[in-house]
């Protein structure tokens, strides 16, 4: 029993003393960007997506990997919410060839109708989960997506610009 708890605090502890380098570092979303004359250059979005990643790292945080696909996302439109972004979700488009509609496609979530967000969780991703994102931007005419794997240890995030 005693062994128990202090696993429990020495895990707590170092969750703790991790999250407080990831804020301090500003983690949420500071990728290795190129710099410009000594200037980081900004993607379109940037803001936007550093707010996206923090809140699935909270629902990765709090759930951990193991559930379905379906589980994070609705955590994850509760965390979105928290973070006052505006979202749809299971958002239909429509799939045209030649002026003549053949099919449709789902979002997963569409946050502030610039970001598309694609969950997953699955061992790794392969090149079809890259795909099925592209195809999706290419559909909206959008041209920033958000992959996320919720199955990993640590959440696999990929960013897709068209």
Same mark, same amino acid.
């Given at each position: ?31 290795? =960007?190129? !710099?410009?004359? @000594?200037?980081? %250059?900004?993607?379109?979005?940037? #803001?936007?997506?550093?707010? +996206?990643?923090?809140? $699935? ?40 060839? =030649?002026? !003549?509609?053949? @099919?449709?496609? %789902?979002?997963?979530?569409?946050? #502030?109708?610039?970001?598309? +967000?694609?969950?997953? $969780? ?41």
């Amino acid at each position: 029993m005693i062994l128990v708890l202090f696993y429990f605090f020495i895990t707590k502890t170092r969750k703790d003393e991790n999250t407080k380098k990831m804020k301090k570092n500003n983690y949420y979303g500071d990728f290795n =960007l190129e !710099t410009v004359e @000594g200037k980081r %250059r900004r993607y379109q979005f940037e #803001e936007l997506s550093k707010k +996206i990643i923090g809140a $699935a790292i909270e629902v990765h945080r709090e759930l951990g990997p193991g559930f379905l696909e379906n589980i994070y996302e609705e955590a994850l439109k509760i965390e979105l919410s928290e973070y006052n972004l505006n979202y749809d979700s299971q958002k239909e488009i429509k799939i045209k060839y =030649l002026g !003549t509609e053949i @099919g449709m496609h %789902r979002l997963d979530l569409l946050v #502030e109708k610039k970001i598309i +967000i694609e969950l997953k $969780a699955v061992k790794e991703f392969a090149d079809i989960h890259f795909a099925q994102l592209r195809s999706y931007l290419k559909a909206t005419g959008l041209k920033t997506g958000l992959l996320f794997n919720f199955s990993r240890p640590t959440l696999e995030i990929k960013r897709i610009v068209n």
